[in-house]
């Protein structure tokens, strides 16, 4: 029997006011998540990838209950959290934290290193100060820092060793699941891998589970094992990090991936380029949200809004190329589509 998945997400959605009052309703809402489902497996990294605005943090908000959803449902461990009472939902938060975008911002200037990694101890019975401080210099060895640093403050580091605290930090009360937002967008790129490399280590050494969010591909590439692509509030692909890569069949997906700059300057690859802006979230178009900027567009396209499907038992897509089996329309039709020649090798 199958292990039943630790995250489960089923048609969320999350709409903001604008405008309005006490007495007033809004005058519009902002749709930044339109009905997202997908599963987290224990010890799985799941990557969530598009461009700014596209939702992806919202969404990891909305998974540690930061922000509540406007529908759907978003089950930990089997549980609803929608239904779970401030105490239970405090219980449940020791077993899911989240490691910041930014790594200056995110730290308490004012606090010692060791009160940083331990603070979220607070939560629960107290440890006494000489086991909070034990805990809090193994978490630091595991980071890759010195017990030297437990009396130091956040100015005294570089980016990326506040982002290891940062880390350190969210593992202090053992979490199964971790939500990543950015976490090394903020970083130099030789700093990124360091931290990258980290994460993945840390996740088979304590069976941590990630909701990995970014916008960069070949870092989501390196440590998931799954990726969802999202435009405007929906997922418009999920499928497998090496079917992801090799054969994307969503125009969007092709267009990412084209984007991607490759280290042999001499190398050249199809680009798939997009044409005009991000529609406004507040008035999405009709029918497929990302016609207005595919190359591929039909009239089906621009008055039916396609469903996320299986292309292949693993790899779904919502996009009216890709029928039930797999293929393309375009391709049965004899014309052009988009998956496989678009992406780099």
């Known amino acids: 029997m199958p292990e039943a998945p630790l995250l489960?997400?089923?048609?969320?959605?999350?709409?903001?006011?604008?405008?309005?009052?006490?007495?007033?309703?809004?005058?519009?809402?902002?749709?930044a998540v339109c009905g997202v489902s997908f599963t987290v497996q224990r010890g799985e990294s799941f990557g969530l990838v598009g461009e700014s605005g596209c939702g992806k943090t919202t969404i990891g908000r909305m998974i540690l209950r930061l922000i509540e959803p406007s529908g759907g449902r978003i089950e930990f461990d089997g549980q609803d959290m929608a239904a779970l009472s401030r105490k239970d939902l405090g219980r449940l938060r020791r077993r899911m934290q989240t490691i910041f975008q930014d790594p200056y911002s995110s730290l308490d200037p004012r606090?010692?290193?060791?009160?940083i990694i331990t603070e979220p101890l607070r939560t629960g019975p107290r440890p006494p100060r000489a086991e909070r401080r034990e805990t809090a210099k193994a978490l630091l060895d595991k980071v890759g820092l010195r017990e030297a640093d437990l009396d130091k403050y956040p100015h005294e580091f570089s980016g990326g060793q506040r982002q290891r605290i940062g880390i350190a930090r969210a593992?202090?009360?053992?979490?199964?699941?971790?939500?990543?937002?950015?976490?090394?967008?903020?970083l130099d790129v030789s700093i990124q891998a360091q931290?990258?490399?980290?994460?993945?280590?840390?996740?088979?050494?304590?069976?941590?589970?990630?909701?990995?969010?970014?916008?960069?591909?070949?870092?989501?590439?390196?440590i998931c094992s799954r990726i969802a692509v999202m435009y405007l509030g929906s997922i418009v692909e999920?499928?497998?990090?090496?079917?992801?890569?090799?054969?994307?069949r969503h125009p969007y997906t092709?267009?990412?991936?084209?984007?991607?700059?490759?280290?042999?300057?001499?190398?050249?690859?199809?680009?798939?380029?997009?044409?005009?802006d991000v529609p406004s979230p507040i008035d999405p178009p009709a029918g497929c949200a990302f016609h207005p900027r595919c190359r591929y567009a039909f009239g089906r396209c621009r008055v039916e809004k396609p469903v996320l499907a299986p292309a292949t038992p693993a790899h779904s897509v919502a996009c009216w190329l890709n029928d039930g089996r797999?293929?393309?329309?375009?391709?049965?039709?004899?014309?052009?589509?988009?998956?496989?020649?678009?992406?780099?090798?």
Request: proline letters at 9%; aromatic letters at 6%.
């Open 171 to 186: 593992l202090c009360v053992r979490p199964e699941l971790i939500v990543a937002d950015e976490p090394v967008s903020a």
């Open 238 to 248: 999920l499928a497998p990090t090496e079917s992801f890569s090799r054969a994307p």
């Open 254 to 276: 092709s267009a990412l991936l084209s984007a991607v700059p490759l280290p042999d300057p001499h190398r050249k690859t199809g680009r798939f380029a997009m044409e005009g």
């Open 8 to 31: 489960h997400l089923t048609d969320v959605v999350k709409h903001f006011p604008l405008g309005g009052g006490v007495f007033t309703k809004p005058t519009a809402w902002v749709k």
């Open 195 to 222: 931290i990258i490399n980290l994460l993945a280590d840390l996740r088979e050494e304590f069976r941590l589970s990630y909701v990995f969010i970014s916008h960069d591909l070949s870092v989501v590439e390196h």
């Open 111 to 115: 606090m010692p290193v060791e009160q």
């Open 326 to 345: 797999g293929q393309c329309e375009t391709e049965r039709n004899g014309h052009r589509a988009p998956a496989k020649a678009e992406a780099p090798d």
